[in-house]
């Protein structure tokens, strides 16, 4: 494993140990609220009446891909499970930003060979380079976002990856604040970038409060930012072409209760998300084991079923809706065949 790719795991496991240690905390807010019950009744209801997939489903794909990695038969399998489905974006982690935000592109050295094999085995599939990084809050290292200098970098680096052949720009920033104002403003010099050159900018999310305000209050040490405010997240909806919501790590103990979180967060979204910009559900295509994600709960088939429940009950005429496996390095084969099966198929 190389440098940077070790930096970014390492990085990425310190986020998971932080979201694992705030989702026992709301999980315990959950339990003594006496929520239970309610996430049962959300998860209730005719996941049918919610229909197929409208073509707007995505999957986030592992660096694999563009840095040598990945064979030909690789290359198959993905079109074997992609093929015939709602999958209309590919995210191919093509970072990590530098710090700065610079991103140097001896990161993706096959990337436009990738992209050309996409075409050709997939076509109609479009083909998003994910960057991400972690954002600095006070006493850590990261991404500055109230920098404007950083940010016209960043825009930057999102100019040279389109430069590059990616049709799309999806962002991954963790963590950032509700409310925060620099990233709003990134999302908004981006997204001149990307409406300039005909492509989508999409990001990822994290979760709406499930309670009134609870990102201003569950806040530990050693968390940081899980939640964003309903509002907030409509401001970001606002700012881009889609908005993927990391519906995951929730700490939920059964899946009757994650399925029922998933479509309380579905709720929440569509009441804040423009029909102009595609939401997408994210689903738990990993099979970690720990305090934040417990994976006989948090299951493929429970989140689907969740998202179909809340669409159909909420608005189930919504065209600009959609799922986003993560992610394809841990998804299995019965994942893969739970979203096909009960979604995935136009």
Known sequence: MSQWAAGWDAERALRLL???AIAVTVAAVLAVAGTAAGLRAEYAGNPAAAGRSRGHDAVWLGHAWVDGRHSAADLELLRTRVEGTGIHDLYV???PLAHDGTLDPALYPTAAAFIAD???????VRVQAWLGDVVRHPGTPGLPLDDPAVRARVRASSAQILDAGFQGVHLDLEPVSSGDSGFLRLLDTVHVLTA?????LSVAAPQIDPLPSLHTVAYLPFSHPKWWSQG?????????????????????PARSLFGGYVAQQTALALEVTPAATDLQIGLPGYHTDNLGHHAYAETVPAAVRGAKVSLARHARDRRTFGLALYVDFGA???DWAAYRNAWGTP
């Not at 996409?118 to 109609?124: A, C, E, F, S």
């Open 196 to 200: 300039s050159r005909g492509v989508p």
């Open 118 to 124: 996409v075409h050709r085995v997939l076509p109609g």
């Open 332 to 334: 299995t084969s019965a």
């Open 93 to 95: 982690h093509t970072g």
């Open 18 to 20: 932080r979201r694992a």
């Open 232 to 252: 907030y997240f409509g401001q970001v909806a606002r700012r881009v072409d889609q908005i993927a919501v990391m519906a995951y790590d929730t700490a939920m």
